[in-house]
T-cell receptor
Framework: GAGVSQSPSNKVTEKGKDVELRCDPISGHTALYWYRQSLGQGLEFLIY????????KSGLPSDRFSAERTGGSVSTLTIQRTQQEDSAVYLC????????????FGSGTRLTVV | GQSLEQPSEVTAVEGAIVQINCTYQTSGFYGLSWYQQHDGGAPTFLSYNALDGLEETGRFSSFLSRSDSYGYLLLQELQMKDSASYFC???????????FGGGTRVLVKP
């Protein structure tokens, strides 16, 4: 596609429920990144996929968080047993390859856990 | 560990010049990037410095001093539309992910 597409744009869920967030990167981009941004804060790295290499999961805050990337394209970030502190905007970005300068970000998914 | 420090907020009037400083402490350094984010919007890439010196792109310029672990973003001829948050971000190694600072909120007044 022309840009990075994320869905849903907004998600309200009850504490303890599981949620899935989807990211559709720019076609042909081999690198895909997930970040989290709390209100008024910077971007916190979560996970990074590059081609067929093992993902860099070093930013995932707990084992309730997981992500996969199927066929080197679409990625899904799953949060199990959501907690109120998980409320944030989840941003996905892609770049042509791992060494490329400049990520293209999607508009994010605003997750609210009530 | 690693840290990036930038001012939390800057206010200026239209037509003025604003400099946003970023100091970093990282284990490994490859390059410094700058992103702009309007409220409710996606971050957008502005500039990148891997070598010491000034990079100019229109009204925006970015500077890097590797020896001082310091960079800045210079916004010239400020316009109302420049009101946004600006983030510096470090790449620690080739092909590595970005680590972002906390952001600087720039408010442009008439």
């Amino acid at each position: 596609g022309a840009g990075v597409s994320q869905s849903p744009s907004n998600k309200v869920t009850e504490k303890g429920k599981d949620v899935e967030l989807r990211c559709d990167p720019i076609s042909g981009h081999t690198a895909l990144y997930w970040y989290r941004q709390s209100l008024g804060q910077g971007l916190e790295f979560l996970i990074y996929f590059q081609g067929n290499s093992a993902p860099d999961k070093s930013g995932l805050p707990s084992d309730r968080f997981s992500a996969e990337r199927t066929g080197g394209s679409v990625s899904t970030l799953t949060i199990q047993r959501t907690q109120q502190e998980d409320s944030a905007v989840y941003l996905c970005a892609s770049s042509p390859n791992a060494g490329a300068v400049g990520y293209t970000f999607g508009s994010g998914t605003r997750l609210t856990v009530v | 560990g690693q840290s990036l420090e930038q001012p939390s907020e800057v206010t200026a009037v239209e037509g003025a010049i604003v400099q946003i400083n970023c100091t970093y402490q990282t284990s490994g350094f490859y390059g410094l990037s700058w992103y702009q984010q309007h409220d409710g919007g996606a971050p957008t890439f502005l500039s990148y410095n891997a070598l010491d010196g000034l990079e100019e792109t229109g009204r925006f310029s970015s500077f890097l001093s590797r020896s001082d672990s310091y960079g800045y973003l210079l916004l010239q001829e400020l316009q109302m539309k420049d009101s946004a948050s600006y983030f510096c971000a470090v790449t620690r190694a080739a092909g590595n992910k970005l680590t972002f600072g906390g952001g600087t909120r720039v408010l442009v007044k008439p």
